[in-house]
């Protein structure tokens, strides 16, 4: 991570205005769920010179993807323009888009000097004559063409929804190989769109639940390599990994940084029962919980940093429970029918994602909370594993498929349970974790 990003300095800069300064009514609200996506339309950009025409088009064609992607977009095809989009700077034909139905116009301009790119962006509201928002301008090396497209693509996606993006992210994951009953499995990263993709462990050691730190350079995860589960911390970066210790005749797995990224919060297993601990990283101290003759396991940190969020089969079977960052009395706030499990906070605060398994199937849901306004998004033979995207609007989780062949994916959903996408990754895939945005 800090060698990409010390290759990858951006710079961002205002070409007119403050980057919110104007709004229009253009808008869509992302959580009354999308039925007809708003049509858009996304010229190639134009390149300052022949040199420079290849990265000017992949540039826009990825804003697109990123935008349609998303299923709150629809992209009106180039053959159906009247006019192009023509000089970055001249003024857009509206007449021209609005025949077409366009409601929102992105135009760009790109420059290659050396090894240097620069990406400058506008976007139009079609209907309201007017930019939304001011112009953006990156700048960085030619190599880091996707992170500029993404970029621009969350500035549009934000100006739009009036949410924050998340194309400049990232998802570390379990990589899986092989039959179900010989799986081999290792740590991979990559891009949130599975580009980029890059391995950061072998499959000598089976590894589970990574876990990405709250700045994203580092990551917690279960490996065997001991041959009993032990909790690592890789530097992303380095690719360099450290033990936790948690004592002889232990088992620790299922870790989750605390919001501050100093702490740690896992499932210890030792003398016949698991509770949550957390640990002070820096100083190896070890603070109980949890104390109760159930297994507690799957913590998750409010955003704020102020409770945990778990599963517990102390009820007679697994439920989701809420307490206090220092252990205490716990809340369950799951009630339905079925088994719940592996507990994500929301980035936003304001919802929970879990697992749950009722009548043979497997669910991906939301509730809030307090545990109110449970909602079913998904529903398969396996579904599992949700986190969420760093605005909290998407959720990635793992689909594995029945049978001996059974195949493990990853897959996408929005909160509303609408556009439902499988991420294409080289080989089958389970427990993703997102990353903040980069």
């Known amino acids: 991570m800090r060698k990409l990003l010390t290759g990858v300095l951006f710079a961002a800069s205002l070409l007119t205005g403050g ?10 609200e992302i959580t009354e769920g999308v039925i007809e996506p708003l049509p858009i339309a996304v010229p190639d950009f134009e390149a300052a010179d022949a040199g420079s025409a290849d990265l000017a088009r992949s540039i826009s064609r990825l804003v697109a993807a990123d935008l349609t992607g998303t299923g709150l977009f629809r992209e009106i095809p180039a053959d159906a323009f009247i006019s192009s989009a ?45 930019e939304l928002g001011g112009g953006l301008q990156f700048n960085g090396s030619t190599d880091t063409w996707r992170r500029m497209a ?27 190989t092989g039959p179900k009953n010989d799986r081999q499995k290792r740590l991979a990263l990559m891009d949130y769109d ?3 993709l890059q391995y950061l462990t072998d499959s000598s050691t089976i590894v589970l639940a990574p876990r990405f730190s709250p700045s994203g ?21 380095k690719v360099k990994k450290t033990v936790l210790e948690s004592g002889d005749g232990t088992m620790s797995f299922a870790p989750r940084f605390a919001p501050d990224g100093r702490t740690v919060v896992f499932s210890l297993s030792k003398g016949g029962n698991t509770d949550l601990y957390a640990m002070d990283i820096a100083t190896g101290a070890q603070t109980r919980l949890t104390s109760a003759p159930s297994i507690e396991t799957a913590p998750s940190f409010s955003p704020d940093g102020s409770r945990i969020v778990f599963e517990s089969d102390r009820s007679g079977g697994p439920q989701l429970y809420v307490m206090p960052v220092g252990g205490g009395e716990a809340q369950r706030i799951s009630f339905g029918q079925g088994r719940y499990g592996t507990p994500v906070w ?16 497997f669910h991906i849901g939301v509730m809030r909370t307090d545990g109110s306004n449970e909602r079913l998004l998904t529903a398969s033979f396996l579904d599992e594993g949700p986190t969420w995207a760093p605005n909290g609007r998407v959720i990635m989780f793992a689909r594995e498929t029945q049978g001996a062949d059974g195949r493990a994916a990853l897959y996408s959903v929005d909160i509303t349970g609408r556009n439902l996408r499988r991420v294409p990754t080289p080989e089958g895939g389970s427990d993703p974790s997102w990353s903040p945005l980069q």
């Open 194 to 196: 599975g580009a980029n």
């Open 86 to 130: 023509g000089d970055f700077d001249a003024p857009l034909q509206y007449a021209d888009w609005k025949a077409i139905n366009a409601q929102a116009v992105v135009t760009g301009w790109v420059a290659v000097s050396g090894s240097q790119l620069t990406v400058q962006f506008r976007l139009y509201d079609v209907f309201s004559d007017a």
């Open 346 to 361: 929301s980035p936003r605060g304001d919802m929970i994602a879990f697992t749950k398994q009722n009548k043979g199937r």
């Open 150 to 176: 993404h970029k621009v693509a969350d500035a549009v996606y934000s100006r739009i929804t009036g949410e924050g993006g998340y194309f400049d992210s990232r998802v570390v994951f379990v990589s899986e």
């Open 217 to 237: 350079d580092r990551v917690l995860y279960t490996s065997y390599e001991s041959g009993f589960p032990r909790i690592h911390v890789l530097d992303v970066g």
């Open 19 to 28: 980057a919110f300064a104007q709004t229009g009514p253009l808008r869509i």
